[in-house]
């Protein structure tokens, strides 16, 4: 095994501390477990291409590990209506609502403008009832139309939701399971539509017209495309991550009439990638941890190895594998670092963000109640970019099958697309974005990509889908 990790501790360390490169080498050791090679990146590549085929076949779907789920997004939309639209958006630790007014442009057709307010999400109400969830978003909307003045207006209103749901229609679907530490009962196998609609008149003190529910990968991807038409792609890689694509029409065998020729989006759900065993051979026993130390132990796996919930959580148990093995700290922990969560993800960022003094990474240990080395500070360095580098890796050779895909099913040689993202993994961490990009560049080199940063996608893309939904209702 070569060494992969760019060591940049060694140039620092004075000739002679043979101890010093002999730790260093041996952290090294444990960190390769983490480099994929490209062999093994287009393996992963491989199989997340098989999976996509078995989820959307009617056939093999029920068993396919990547649900592949119809969204009833469509690729020609005929107008949209004009006016103000509510967006919600649940998902992450926040819930957010947002006034959007869509209004028409001569040059690019619509224009938005939004306003929005965020509420924290109580503990309780993400691991209560399904009443209890409904009830706090219900209350969070009618202080956000009570700050507005908008009590009176029953306004129409898209729903960003970030979980997998089974569509009937743009506006109607059910919760398939809940994925990043949500787990109110009594809302998986419902239609989450009417749990909001009932939450909605258990208040009583405001209406609202919903239109649409959608993924916020699918939110994201239509924010996009309005400023690139050629954005086709929406992808996230926050608290989760998850992508959805166009496909073509007559792929989405789920979707009856699927003969009719057009796109409709796909949300992929590939965050369940692995949930049947196909990625066992790449899993170490960090995230065997993480799974089962999980609110939904064998699930999402392939999130797990990615997505901003879990990379903290990774890097704290390399930290104590390596104090195990005295390479660490001495040996010895505090009592923070040995409490499960308390290796925040945005450490990891911060860490890999520092500018070469170390004061970031002491202070963040010191906060851990660690008294570290430099040298401690450059291994702790060295596994957060060890953990960040998987992820952003394998997150790349997810993308890359994707694209690869579209490429195949519309029978082209050569594929210009762009993909919209978001997610705080993707925009806060210093290196993922790079590697990634690159990653999914090189494993995709018949694909001509273009990545754009969304801003506001979620509230925005929900309330351009309503507009639409409302034209077509109209
Ligand atoms: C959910 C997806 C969502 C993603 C990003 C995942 O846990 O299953 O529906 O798009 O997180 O928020």
């Not at 170490?284 to 132990?297: F, G, T, W």
């Not at 890359?400 to 806060?428: P, T």
Request: glycine share 10%; with cysteine; net charge negative.
């Amino acid at each position: 095994m070569p060494c992969v990790f760019p060591c940049r501790t060694l140039r620092m360390v004075p000739k002679g501390w043979t101890s010093i490169i002999q730790t260093i080498l041996q952290v090294e050791e444990v960190l390769s477990e983490f480099w994929l090679g490209v062999e093994e990146l287009k393996e992963v590549m491989r199989r997340m291409k098989q999976e996509m085929d078995r989820g959307l076949r009617v056939a093999t779907h029920d068993e396919a590990s990547i649900k592949m789920l119809p969204t009833y997004v469509r690729s020609t939309p005929d107008g949209s209506e004009v006016g103000d639209f509510l967006s919600l958006d649940l998902g992450g630790t926040n819930f957010r609502v947002m006034l959007v007014k869509v209004g028409a442009d001569e040059e690019r057709g619509w224009r938005v403008e939004t306003r929005h307010h965020t509420y924290s999400i109580p503990e309780d109400a993400m691991t209560g009832t399904a009443g209890m969830l409904f009830d706090f978003i219900a209350e969070c909307i009618s202080d956000f139309l009570t700050i507005q003045d908008l009590k009176h207006k029953k306004l129409p209103l898209g729903f960003t939701f970030s979980f997998p749901v089974r569509h009937e229609d743009i506006d109607k679907g059910i919760l398939l399971n809940w994925t990043k530490g949500f787990t109110a009962s009594g809302a998986e196998g419902n239609n989450v539509v009417d749990l909001l609609r009932d939450a909605i008149k258990r208040r009583g003190d405001f209406e609202m017209d919903v239109v649409a529910m959608v993924n916020d990968t699918v939110a994201t991807m239509v924010s996009c495309h309005y400023e690139d038409h050629r954005c086709e792609v929406g992808m996230i890689v926050g608290t989760g991550c998850n992508v959805c694509y166009m496909e073509e029409m007559g792929r989405v065998e789920l979707v009856e009439g699927e003969g009719e020729g057009g796109r409709m989006c796909v949300n992929t759900e590939w965050g369940a990638f692995g949930d049947s065993g196909e990625l066992e051979d790449f899993r170490l026993e960090y995230d065997r941890k993480v799974d089962e130390a999980s609110l939904n132990p064998g699930q999402q796996l392939y999130e797990k190895l990615i997505s901003g919930k879990y990379l903290g959580e990774q890097v704290r148990l390399v930290l104590l594998k390596l104090a195990n093995e005295k390479l660490l700290f001495g040996g010895e922990v505090s009592e923070q670092l040995q409490t499960r969560g308390s290796f925040d993800t945005c450490f990891v960022s911060q860490i890999e963000g520092d500018s070469g003094d170390r004061k970031q990474i002491y202070s963040i240990l010191w906060k851990l109640g660690l008294r570290p080395s430099a040298l401690d500070c450059d291994i702790v360095r060295l596994a957060c970019e060890g953990v960040s580098t998987r992820a952003a890796r394998l997150c790349g050779a997810g993308l890359a099958a994707i694209i690869d895909c579209m490429r195949e099913h519309r029978g082209q040689g050569e594929l210009e697309i762009s993909v919209g993202v978001d997610g705080s993994v993707y925009k806060l961490h210093p290196c993922f974005k790079d590697k990634f990009h690159k990653t999914v560049r090189d494993l995709a080199p018949r694909c001509d990509i273009t990545f754009i940063q969304s801003e506001e996608g979620s509230g925005r893309g929900a309330a351009l889908i309503s507009a639409v939904a409302s034209k077509m209702a109209s």
